[in-house]
C-alpha cells in the first residue's frame, strides 16, 4: 500500500489528478480504519490530506462561516466563533461519537464518507450549508442535497477534492436532535435538523433514510404556522407520511417513521418556544 | 515507511508496514499498554494521546503520527496523580480497560479541573469497562482532581 502525504493542496489536487479511482483519498482515517480492519477493503494507495494544513482553517468571511475540509469534529465543536454564530453547527458536530473519534474525523471524511447513520450531513442542509469540490477543471459548489446521492454515494469525482464546506449566516432559529437507539455514542436512529429565518423553513431528517430527507414544499406551506401546535403537529405527521425509513439493528422502519414523528414535532416545538 | 515521532516524551522511529495501525506499531515498540479490543473505535482500550488529544490507536495508521507526540500510560510518572488516584480507588478489577480511562481522565482534567462526577461520566462515556467498574473509575476521577489540584 502506498502513503502519499503532500505537504500542500496544490500537490494534493495533482495526485488526485494523476492517480483517481488507484488512489483512496485520507482524511482522519476512522471511516477507512474500520474498514481496512475488518478487511473489507485493501486500498492499493493512500492520499494523506494530514499534512496539508491549508485545509484545517475554520474562519468567518462576510458572514459566512468557512469549514476547511480537515477540520475535525474537535475544532469545530469547540471554535468560538462557530459557538456563537451556529450554536446548532458546534452541537451537532459535539454529539458525533466519543472525543476520541471527534479529535480525528473531519468535516470533509463525514461528508464524503455519506453514511446514512450520520449527523452532520442533516444540520449542514438545514443550514443551507454548500461543499466546494476542486479538482482538475476547476471549482464547483454544491448543496449538500446535491453532494449525498445515496448509501456511501457523492458526486464528487475521481479527481476532485471536497476542499471547504461553506454555511451561510445562520438563521434566527435552529435546533439539532439526535434520537439514539442503543447506547449514549451510537450512531443515531433518527435526527431531525431544522432551522427558521429569512430563508423560510428547513427540516432534515438524518439517518433514517439512505440520505437527509428534506421536504420544502411541506416546509413552506408549514412556515407561516408555527406557533399553533396543530400546525406543528400536522407537519411532523406529514413528514413521517412520507419519508421512506429503512430498517437496521437501531430500528425498524415502522419504528423509525414513528420516532420521525414525535421528532419533528419536539423539533417544531423547540423552534416555535 | 520511517515514522519519526516522540513516544513518551523521547525521540522514537519506528518502521510502520503497509497499512499498519498504531495499536500494532506500538505493541511492537513495547507499549504493551495499548491494547486493541474491539477495533472500531467504540472502547478506548486502545486510546492514546497524540499531540494533546485522546484518540483511538486501532483507527490510526502508525504514518499518521509521524512528527507528532504519542503518550502512553507507560510514559507518566509513578507519581501521576491520575495513576494515583486509580490505585487508591481500587478503580481497577481486571485491568484491561485501565490505560485507557487513564489518559482519558487526564485529557478531561486538563480541560476541566473542577470536573463533577456527571460531566466525569459523560466524559469517559466512550471508554467501556467490562468489568463494570465505573463507580470506583468516578470515585477515582473526583480523587485526581483534588490530587491534581493540590499538585498545581
Ligand atoms: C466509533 C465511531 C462512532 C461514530 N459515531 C458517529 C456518530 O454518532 N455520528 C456521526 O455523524 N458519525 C459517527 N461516526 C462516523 C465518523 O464521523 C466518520 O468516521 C468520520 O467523520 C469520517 O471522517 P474521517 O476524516 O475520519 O474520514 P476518512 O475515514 O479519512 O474518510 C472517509 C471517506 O471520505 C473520503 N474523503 C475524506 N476526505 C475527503 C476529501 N476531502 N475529499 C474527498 N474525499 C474524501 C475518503 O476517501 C473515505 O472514503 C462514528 C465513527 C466511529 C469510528
Ligand atoms: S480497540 Fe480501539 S477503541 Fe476499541
Ligand atoms: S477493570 Fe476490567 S475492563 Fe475495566
Not at chain 1, 175 to 182: A, L, N, Q
Not at chain 2, 83 to 100: M, V
Request: a negative charge.
Amino acid at each position: 500500500m502506498r502513503w502519499h502525504a503532500p505537504a500542500d493542496l496544490e500537490e494534493a489536487l495533482l495526485l488526485r489528478g494523476v492517480h483517481g479511482e488507484d488512489v483512496t483519498v485520507h482524511a482522519g482515517g476512522t471511516f477507512l480504519g474500520i474498514l481496512m480492519n475488518q478487511g473489507l477493503i485493501a486500498p492499493p494507495a493512500l492520499l494523506s490530506l494530514g499534512r496539508v494544513a491549508e485545509l484545517r482553517g475554520i474562519e468567518v468571511a462576510r458572514g459566512e462561516l468557512r469549514l476547511g475540509a480537515m477540520a475535525t469534529h474537535l475544532a469545530v465543536e469547540r471554535h468560538p466563533e462557530v459557538r456563537e454564530g451556529w450554536p446548532m453547527l458546534a452541537r451537532a458536530f459535539g454529539l458525533v461519537a466519543s472525543r476520541r473519534v471527534r479529535a480525528v474525523a473531519t468535516v470533509g471524511g463525514v461528508l464524503a464518507d455519506a453514511d446514512y447513520a450520520s449527523d452532520p450531513p442533516a444540520a449542514l442542509s438545514a443550514l443551507g450549508a454548500r461543499a466546494i469540490l476542486r479538482g482538475p477543471g476547476g471549482e464547483r459548489s454544491v448543496s449538500i442535497e446535491e453532494l449525498i446521492l445515496g448509501y456511501y454515494t457523492t458526486c464528487i469525482r475521481p479527481d476532485e477534492l471536497l476542499v471547504e464546506v461553506r454555511v451561510p449566516p445562520a438563521p434566527e432559529r435552529a435546533v439539532y436532535r439526535k434520537f439514539v437507539s442503543r447506547s449514549s455514542e451510537d450512531r443515531p436512529c433518527v435526527t431531525v435538523a431544522a432551522a427558521h429565518g429569512a430563508a423560510g423553513l428547513a427540516v432534515v431528517v438524518g439517518a433514517l433514510a439512505e440520505r437527509p430527507q428534506r421536504f420544502d414544499d411541506l416546509c413552506a406551506a408549514a412556515a407561516g404556522d408555527l406557533a399553533a401546535a396543530g400546525a406543528r403537529e400536522q407537519l411532523a405527521q406529514d413528514y413521517a407520511a412520507r419519508v421512506e425509513p429503512i430498517g437496521d439493528a437501531r430500528g425498524s422502519a415502522a419504528y423509525r417513521r414513528r420516532v420521525c414523528a414525535v421528532e419533528v414535532r419536539r423539533a417544531l416545538e423547540a423552534l416555535a418556544a | 515507511m520511517r515514522v519519526a515521532f516522540v513516544l513518551d516524551g523521547a525521540p522514537a522511529e519506528l518502521e510502520a508496514g503497509e497499512g499498519e495501525m498504531l495499536v500494532d506499531a506500538l505493541r511492537a515498540a513495547g507499549r504493551l499498554s495499548v491494547r486493541e479490543t474491539c477495533g472500531i473505535g467504540v472502547c478506548g482500550a486502545c486510546a492514546v494521546i497524540v499531540d494533546d488529544e485522546p484518540v483511538s490507536a486501532c483507527l490510526m495508521l502508525a504514518a499518521q503520527v509521524d512528527g507528532r507526540s504519542v503518550t502512553t500510560v507507560e510514559g507518566l510518572p509513578d507519581d501521576d496523580p491520575v495513576l494515583q488516584a486509580f490505585t487508591q480507588a481500587h478503580a481497577a478489577q481486571c485491568g484491561w480497560c485501565t490505560p485507557g480511562m487513564v489518559l482519558t481522565v487526564k485529557a478531561m482534567l486538563a480541560d476541566d479541573p473542577q470536573i463533577d462526577r456527571e460531566r466525569a461520566a459523560e466524559g469517559l462515556g466512550g471508554n467501556l469497562c467490562r468489568c463494570g467498574s465505573y463507580s470506583r473509575i468516578l470515585d477515582a476521577v473526583q480523587l485526581a482532581a483534588e490530587l491534581t489540584l493540590k499538585e498545581d
